[in-house]
T-cell receptor, first 114, second 115 residues
Framework: AQSVTQLGSHVSVSEGALVLLRCNYSSSVPPYLFWYVQYPNQGLQLLLKYTSAATLVKGINGFEAEFKKSETSFHLTKPSAHMRDAAEYFCAVSEMNRDDKIIFGKGTRLHILP | DAGVTQSPTHLIKTRGQQVTLRCSPKSGHDTVSWYQQALGQGPQFIFQYYEEEERQRGNFPDRFSGHQFPNYSSELNVNALLLGDSALYLC??????????????FGPGTRLTVT
């Protein structure tokens, strides 16, 4: 069965500092991996996705994530945080070529300190 | 190009009542998935509709049912509401013919409060 673990329900970084949100997954088959962002009172927006091509995936708003099979990780990073990055971030997994049901982690709320 | 739309945006119901939530998929999409997001949690998959049939189902009771119409829009019905059904209900649409990973586009959600 698939699962996603996000380390840290809350993460605080200073504006301009590196953002690192951690995600580990479990899947019995090669996975598709996703990061979504949710701003207050809004739906989910796809930041980036891994679909078995390049292991370093670049997304919108300056975010990127690296797929590491040996560590079963898909951590999200951004070199320099902006105030507008404050939101809830969800890591998610689906099973490649099997179905498109998405399993989400519990989320990490990112706080940006001025 | 209209994205995924959901109605209503907010809803307040009483325990035991029934509720219907509606979703219109993004233009060109043929598949609709429903998710429940409880406060402080990640979204949980309820079920998915494609070609007017339920194709996959998550771990939700039969009180949760749905329908997909010929124009690909969808409804989520919940019977005998419980306090624990209070959540944000998200609809996501995708295009099966486009092949995996079937990128899902999410709507803004319907906030259901059960009192």
């Amino acid at each position: 069965a698939q699962s996603v673990t996000q380390l840290g329900s809350h993460v605080s970084v200073s504006e301009g500092a590196l953002v690192l949100l951690r995600c580990n997954y479990s899947s019995s088959v090669p996975p598709y991996l996703f990061w979504y962002v949710q701003y207050p009172n809004q739906g989910l927006q796809l930041l980036l996705k891994y679909t078995s091509a390049a292991t370093l995936v670049k997304g919108i708003n300056g975010f990127e994530a690296e797929f590491k099979k040996s560590e079963t990780s898909f951590h999200l990073t951004k070199p320099s945080a902006h105030m507008r990055d404050a939101a809830e971030y969800f890591c998610a997994v689906s099973e490649m070529n099997r179905d498109d049901k998405i399993i989400f982690g519990k989320g990490t709320r990112l706080h940006i300190l001025p | 190009d209209a994205g995924v739309t959901q109605s209503p945006t907010h809803l307040i119901k009483t325990r035991g009542q029934q509720v219907t939530l509606r979703c219109s998929p993004k233009s060109g999409h043929d598949t609709v998935s429903w998710y429940q997001q409880a406060l402080g949690q990640g979204p949980q998959f309820i079920f998915q509709y494609y070609e007017e049939e339920e194709r996959q189902r998550g771990n939700f009771p039969d009180r949760f049912s749905g329908h997909q119409f010929p124009n690909y829009s969808s409804e989520l019905n919940v019977n005998a509401l419980l306090l624990g059904d209070s959540a944000l209900y998200l609809c996501a649409s995708s295009h099966k013919a486009g092949g995996p990973p079937y990128e899902q586009y999410f709507g803004p959600g319907t906030r259901l409060t059960v009192t």
